[in-house]
């Protein structure tokens, strides 16, 4: 597991950016932290980095919203985890393919559902900004965790 301090949204959004860079069709992040973490925001960068054609926003009440990019996002929100598990029930897993790059928030609600390879970004305060703590759960996970890390030494977060 890596670490990384984020002092501000802006450094926050930015490194959501060296993320989305490296992401391609079929890889799944989840994003776990309490409210003001900063869930959103690495998404909004995360969707830079992808070239999505509208900025990433809160999907609470929408649940998911898709958005066109270098691949299609599918951007979920599981707070409300029982409408989660009525929209699962009408499909939602089943557009979630190789072609799709799938995010997250409040992931650690609905584990049972998505994919075992995935991308797990813990998000605490921390006196000095917010902490982000980056998990592979998997061999693409694996990849993509390791090219994040020489990408933030070279942007200087780490």
């Known amino acids: 597991m890596s670490r990384v301090m984020l002092q501000s949204e802006e450094r926050q959004e930015a490194f959501g950016v060296l993320l989305g860079e490296l992401l391609a069709g079929g890889d799944c992040v989840g994003l776990i932290g309490e409210l003001g973490t900063g869930k959103t925001t690495t998404c909004r960068g995360i969707g830079r980095g992808l070239e999505c054609t509208e900025p990433l926003r809160s999907p609470t009440y929408l649940l998911c919203h ?5 691949h299609p996002v599918l951007h979920l929100d599981a ?11 009408e499909g939602l897993c089943e557009r ?7 995010l997250v928030e409040w992931a650690d609600r609905c ?17 000095e900004g917010r902490e982000l703590k980056i998990c592979a759960l998997g061999p693409r996970s694996a990849q993509i965790q390791q090219a994040l890390e020489n990408s933030a030494k070279k942007a200087g977060f780490l």
Do not use: I, K, N, Q
């Open 111 to 127: 584990e049972s559902w998505w994919p075992e390879d995935r991308l797990e970004l813990r998000l605490e305060v921390a006196t």
């Open 96 to 102: 979630f393919d190789e072609a799709s790059v799938l």
């Open 66 to 70: 898709e958005v066109d990019g270098r």
């Open 79 to 89: 707070y409300f985890d029982v409408r989660m598990d009525s929209l699962l029930g």
